[in-house]
């Protein structure tokens, strides 16, 4: 994922270090952060990537800085695709 954002020519940073620990994509484009969370489950309907970006308040170190969207995606390591995807304003879960 990594790769395909910085080919594309997106200011991106992998682990992005906050005070709450490190994010693991965060992508800045027209004046919009992208947090993205990974998260690697055993079957399908397991964890919730969006869920732990939330909890780990990854929004505070961008706050002012522009619209934030948050994005979770969890990958099957058995299948070895994409589980679940979810997005979501930062926002938007305030309201």
């Given at each position: 994922m990594?790769?395909?954002f910085?080919t ?5 940073t992998?682990e992005?270090?906050?005070?709450h ?8 484009l027209?004046g919009?952060?992208f ?7 055993e ?5 919730n990537a ?7 308040g ?19 390591s058995?299948?070895?695709?994409i589980?679940a ?5 930062a ?5």
């Open positions: 990594y790769c395909y910085v594309l020519g997106l200011d991106v992998a992005d270090t906050t005070g620990g490190r994010i693991d994509m965060t992508v800045r027209n919009r952060v947090i993205i969370g990974f998260k690697v489950v079957q399908e309907g397991d964890g969006l869920a732990q970006v939330k909890a780990k990854y929004t505070d170190k961008y706050t002012g800085q522009g619209e934030i969207w948050l994005i979770g995606a969890s990958f099957s058995e299948t070895r695709n589980t995807f979810d997005r979501q304003r926002e938007d879960e305030r309201s």
